[in-house]
């Protein structure tokens, strides 16, 4: 940082994968950086699955933070294979991992892993959610905590997901419910408790869709510590459970609702139903309006989820990690030349708001289908 430059603090709200991304960035720049995280550590809850980064765009965003060998040690190539069954359990389509692939798989505990050892301990403010985000006096922006008190920094970054808190200071776009919900349960050291499972899946990820009726879907999705990762996928009401009777916590009675749903699928299929004791977690999948886009502030901006929240279809941690790169090398340019941060905020938004509303409008079509 030039000396003749004053000194700018950022707060990046959420350690998720971009916001530690663009931490990691900015703290090797010296570049004062505070992270705000509601859970209380690391490890409170589960991560998600496997995720699969691009050279163009996660991969990118990693070299950029010095941390692509990193990944390249943990990456699955092999969980690139794509196995399609049809609800009689013939296999219509089967995608053989390529020996290079330029999406290698790697599981989303192990990426935040990297990302926390390389920002240091002690770098992110844990159990301390951020509950308002509003611009306050000189062109700054006050945090409100959830624990109490409130802090100002040049730049508030919100990095916090779906329901982010930080959003509404610059937009009153609200996520909606596609029609779509997730119901998630997993299984554990399957080669060796599961094995006709484990061979249903293979090395990477499983679809089984009933296209021609209900649209119903069942995804297993193998991760890089022996388990495997279900999701049940269904076409329905956000209220389905309550409409159904069905008591989510008990996991008997899940399964059993379940097996009537998917009646007259094949044996194999049904293991990922009937084997798991649970527990199933039930993810409404929700999206944001595209293409979103906010009156530009100087001291707010928004990356990720927070910013083009779409359906899973391998893009969203890709662009949350390329947007927190492009941020931070902005941010890094303008504190480099001595140029006003508000400006580099608004080249990044040019930048990512179109690629978000290009990538959003992509995932929510391919969930039509």
Not at 78 to 100: C, I, K, M, W
Not at 139 to 164: C, I, N
Not at 215 to 231: A, E, P, S
Not at 307 to 334: E, K, S, T, V, Y
């Amino acid at each position: 940082m030039p000396e003749n430059h004053p000194r700018i603090a950022i707060a990046i709200v959420g350690a998720g994968l971009g916001g530690l991304l663009c931490a990691v960035i900015l703290r090797g720049h010296g570049i004062d950086t505070t992270v705000f995280e509601g859970d209380p550590e690391p490890d409170h809850r589960a991560q998600g699955g496997s995720l699969d980064l691009d050279e163009h765009t996660g991969q990118a965003a990693l070299r950029a933070a010095g941390l692509h060998d990193a990944f390249l040690a943990l990456a699955r190539p092999e969980g690139q294979e794509v196995r399609e069954y049809d609800r009689t359990g013939r296999l219509v389509n089967h995608e053989d991992a390529p020996a290079s692939s330029p999406r290698p798989e790697i599981d989303r505990t192990q990426l935040r892993g990297i990302l926390l050892s390389a920002l240091g301990e002690g770098e992110v403010r844990w159990g301390t959610p951020v509950s308002e985000v509003a611009p306050s006096s000189g062109g700054r922006a006050r945090v409100t905590l959830g624990t109490g008190g409130t802090e100002e920094f040049d730049l508030v970054v919100g990095a916090d997901g779906a329901w982010s808190k930080v959003r509404p200071a610059v937009s009153d776009a609200r996520p909606f419910y596609t029609g779509n919900t997730l119901v998630e349960t997993w299984f554990t050291d399957v080669d060796r408790l599961h094995p006709e499972l484990a061979a249903t899946v293979g090395h990477g990820i499983m679809l089984a869709v009933d296209a021609e009726n209900t649209g119903h879907l069942i995804i297993g999705q193998r991760n890089g510590d022996h388990t495997i990762r279900v999701c049940v996928g269904l076409k329905c009401e956000e209220d389905w459970a309550e409409r159904a009777a069905v008591d989510l916590s008990d996991s008997a009675a899940v399964r059993a609702h379940f097996t009537k749903l998917f009646a007259g699928w094949h044996d194999d299929l049904l293991r990922a139903i009937h084997d798991t004791k649970g527990p199933f977690i039930n993810r409404p999948v929700h999206r944001l309006p595209y293409p979103h886009t906010w009156q530009h502030h100087p001291a707010v901006t928004l990356l990720g989820d927070a910013a083009h929240l779409m359906p899973p279809a391998g893009q969203g941690a890709n662009l949350a990690l390329l947007d927190a790169a492009d941020l931070a090398g902005a941010i890094r340019d303008a504190v480099a030349d001595g140029s006003a941060l508000g400006g580099a905020v608004a080249r990044y938004e040019e930048i990512m708001q179109p690629r978000g509303a290009i990538a959003a409008e992509q995932s929510a079509r391919a969930l039509e289908q």
